[in-house]
């Protein structure tokens, strides 16, 4: 019996022991013969190793499938070349993120503004199209999601986004720094509360709330654009007035911090956190869906819901039955709904079967 990190797991192998959820839930009995799909169920579950038979007896012997039975994109993916590539880039650029708004708090110095736009731009033409954005970051989950690492992620969403917006170069690298810096104030907030594992109890909530204006104060001493600090400022606000510090309202509330919450949102929601699993990139398209026009600014969710649903196109993912498929065809009345073909060939639309929704892209 060989303890194996799930990272390390091949199709073919037989697990020895009955594998369990941290609830308590049996995911795999003893002896089963591990496909992609279960491999890709433990990882959703977030196991990180089972015992692995070494040579099973007669008794148990277990013939392997004559052929693979379904490799998921996200496993495809994380053994290319050019995401293995991406990640050492990615890694690179979160550090020297980190070290200058460290230097930043504790030396009093200035935003390296020009080094910081060229290395996150470069980052995403070096690697990445509008469409590959998306799946590296998803892939990236597991490796990083400190709040240098989600600053860098909603730098690169936001630039995307504006390009979509067809905003001009100037403001694109703007917009990119604003991302990049807009938690700025989350480095002078109690890290055991912004830490805490479990619910924040009213004043704990109130001391995160605070980092809006901890970070407009920070960035007020700095030689920037008024929009990279109003943005720091204003990106949890919401054009219904439901946001903080201010509850400012649609018209009140800078362009640059609209669209900073929406890449915000979608990174914290689809991000691990030590109190939460990420939430399937589905569920928080659903969830836009549903408040979305009330919440953000009405030309920015549309523009990207509508480019963000493409870069899911033949992604595998999970039902909450179990099944697994790919995304074959988008609903535009429905985007989180999608036609999903299965891997034994059947065909499910979603518009259609209220009963299942897609719970994790694998």
């Known amino acids: 019996m060989i303890k194996t990190a799930i990272k390390d797991l091949l199709p073919g192998t037989v697990n020895a022991m009955p594998v369990f959820s941290k609830s308590g839930q049996m995911i795999l009995p003893a002896h089963s013969l591990l496909t992609s799909q279960q491999i890709s169920r433990l990882e959703f579950y977030g196991i990180e190793w089972v015992n692995i038979q070494e040579e099973p007896s007669d008794a148990e012997q277990i013939t392997p499938p004559e052929q693979e039975e379904f490799t998921t994109y996200s496993q495809k993916l994380r053994k290319s070349k050019e995401f293995h590539m991406f990640k050492v880039d990615y890694n690179k650029k979160t550090n020297l993120l980190k070290s200058s708004i460290n230097d930043v708090i504790t030396k009093n110095a200035d935003v390296d503004s020009n080094s910081l736009i060229q290395q996150v731009s470069s980052l995403y033409t070096n690697h990445l199209t509008s ?115 201010s509850g400012l309202q649609r018209t009140e509330i800078s362009e640059f911090a609209k669209i900073l919450a929406i890449a915000d949102v979608y990174d914290a929601m689809t991000s691990n956190r030590c109190y939460r699993k990420g939430l399937c990139p589905f569920e928080v398209i659903a969830t836009f869906e549903r408040e979305g026009l009330e919440k953000y600014e009405t030309e920015y969710i549309l523009t990207f819901l509508t480019h963000i649903i493409d870069s899911y196109m033949g992604n595998s993912v999970l039902l909450n039955d179990g099944s697994i498929g790919n995304v074959l065809m988008i609903n535009q009345r429905r985007l989180s709904r999608p036609l999903i073909r299965l891997t034994n060939n059947e065909y499910i639309d979603l518009m259609k079967r209220p009963d299942l929704h897609i719970q994790a892209i694998i």
């Open 131 to 245: 469409l590959s954005v998306f799946d590296m970051l998803h892939n990236m989950r597991q490796i990083d999601d400190s709040t240098f690492a989600h600053s860098v992620n909603v730098a690169l969403i936001s630039r995307m986004l504006g390009g979509w917006l067809h905003l001009s170069e100037d403001d694109l690298d703007i917009l990119t720094l604003a991302g990049l810096l807009h938690d700025i104030g989350k480095c002078v907030i109690n890290t055991k509360v912004l830490l805490k594992p479990g619910p924040l109890t009213p004043l704990e909530y109130a001391e995160v709330k605070r980092h809006p204006t901890a970070g407009a104060k920070l960035l007020a001493s700095q030689s920037l654009d008024s929009r990279i600090q109003e943005a720091a400022l204003m990106h949890h606000e919401r054009c219904d007035g439901s946001g903080y510090p």
